[in-house]
């Protein structure tokens, strides 16, 4: 018997969650609270997912409003992203850029945290927009001011 699509999507998306949650919580306990509502929220609104759409996509914007809300509601504001909270490459130099890249992006604001994320992902601009709620050219501009900001930074 086949998996409901439901699980197959939450199965092959588990590392989008995940990093979701790791940005907005760094104890683990809240982590895995916010886990479980971001999975809520996912349920609750398969019935109004859309085939013609990429999945992740879908479940980025779920879940990054779920982490929104949920930090609203609780009160909590998180200053860092602990650097466990991506995945960063085997290869020695590529990991060390990633490590002073991902260092370089917790002094930029959250929104801007967000957006870099899902470029660093390989959304397109448009996937951006539509997972951020924003027009694509607000993407294309927000994007050009981040990447200026980090290369200010990395002159410093």
Known sequence: MDEHPFIE???RHTAAI????????????????LRQEILLHLWWGWKHYR??????????????NTAISWRRHRGRQVATIPLD???????TALHEQAVH???????????DQRMLELY???FSSSEIASVLG????????RMGRIKEKLRKMREI
């Open 9 to 11: 999507l939450i199965e």
């Open 18 to 33: 995940e990093r979701v949650c790791r940005s907005f919580c760094s104890v683990r306990e809240d982590r895995e609270d």
């Open 51 to 64: 085939p013609d759409h990429r999945p992740i996509t879908w479940l980025y914007r779920v879940a990054l």
């Open 85 to 91: 909270a991506f995945d960063l490459p085997d290869d």
């Open 101 to 111: 890249l991902r260092s370089l992006m917790l002094h930029l604001p959250t929104a």
């Open 120 to 122: 660093l992902d390989g």
């Open 134 to 141: 924003i027009s694509q050219t607000a993407v294309t501009t």
